[in-house]
């Protein structure tokens, strides 16, 4: 019940192509779902983040897409550079709950010239 | 205004030695966290804290100990290292929903 999914595990994008990553949760108590991007050395950062109230958000060329019903919700990063190669993972949490965020096991995205 | 630090960046233990280390954040956050990251695994918290003289199990807590006597500071111990714990552990603080993670330290047990 606590558990996210994450996939793909890895995966190799074009300079400008779209990269997607999905991800998948149980506990319908979650209400808040972010995402980290953390760079190789790196400690994680939050790059976007999204409630259960709408099914979409965009800040620049990253967009959060949230499908309530099906417990889905997924990052697409447009236009995808070579400065986007990172790992990024998606989380679950509760807004009244600081301390019950949980992670997926993150994906590591490589965006090639 | 530094964020969150942590110290050590690197260290290599043997079997059977502890350790202390040291997270801190200028940020005057309430909740701070003790993370692991390990290959295909993700992010899993060891222990977290809500505020100065309060600490709490997470999901991975075994062979850990933890206290933050400071509002500011938290600090991950480890009593008899064991090979198991051989990983990338990332201290974090909260105020809210968003939570700042520092640089890592990674600890190799030999």
């Known amino acids: 019940q606590q558990q996210v999914k994450q996939s793909p595990q890895s995966l190799i994008v074009q300079k400008g192509g779209i990269s997607i990553i999905n991800c998948a949760y149980e506990n319908t108590a979650f209400d808040y779902f972010p995402w980290y991007q953390q760079f190789p050395g790196k400690g994680p950062a939050l790059l976007i983040a999204i409630r259960p109230d709408v099914s979409e958000k965009k800040e620049g060329r990253f967009t959060i897409s949230f499908n309530k019903s099906a417990k889905q919700f997924s990052l697409h990063i447009m236009d995808s550079q070579p400065g986007d190669s990172a790992t990024y993972f998606c989380a679950a949490g509760m807004k009244t709950s600081y301390d019950k965020v949980i992670f997926g096991p993150g994906t590591s995205l490589s965006v090639i010239p | 205004n530094a964020g969150v630090t942590q110290t050590p960046k690197f260290r290599v233990l043997k079997t059977g030695q502890s350790m202390t280390l040291l997270c801190a954040q200028d940020m005057n956050h309430e909740y701070m966290y003790w993370y692991r990251q390990d290959p295909g695994m993700g992010l899993r918290l060891i222990h977290y804290?809500?505020?100065?003289?309060?600490?709490a199990k997470g999901e991975v807590p075994d062979g850990y100990n933890v206290s933050r006597l400071k509002k500011q500071n938290f600090l991950l111990g480890l009593e008899s290292a064991a090979p198991s714990q051989t990983s990338v552990y990332f201290c974090a603080s909260s105020l809210r929903s968003t939570q700042y993670f520092g640089p890592g330290t990674r600890l190799t047990v030999t």
């Open positions: 804290s809500v505020g100065e003289g309060t600490t």
